[in-house]
């Protein structure tokens, strides 16, 4: 599901290529062809199927050691139950 919706704009093709490819490598994909306008010359739709906050969560339980209350309740960061795991 799409979360977010951006629109890249560049003087040329070669940075409006360059702003995408970062886009690209931070989670956005280009969605639809390349707008020739006049106030921007070039412009890219693209979108992303997570938020920000999901891509750090996301990085957040790929790397965490889960962390455990002394209550015996769920890891704070991934919410799994110590017996789950
Ligand atoms: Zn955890």
């Known amino acids: 599901m799409i979360k977010r919706y951006n ?3 560049a003087g ?3 940075d409006l290529i360059n ?3 970062k886009a690209i490598e931070d989670g956005w994909q280009p969605i639809g062809g390349v707008i020739q306008a006049k106030t921007y010359k070039f ?3 693209m979108v992303r199927s997570e938020t920000a ?3 750090a ?5 790929k790397e965490h050691e889960c962390v ?3 209550d015996g ?3 704070t960061i991934c919410g799994k139950t110590a017996i789950e795991e």
């Open 53 to 55: 906050m999901d891509a």
């Open 19 to 21: 702003q995408a490819n």
């Open 7 to 9: 629109i890249l704009s």
């Open 73 to 75: 309740g769920a890891c």
């Open 68 to 70: 455990y209350l002394s």
């Open 57 to 61: 969560r996301r990085e957040m339980r």
């Open 12 to 14: 040329s093709p070669s």
């Open 43 to 45: 412009m890219q739709a």
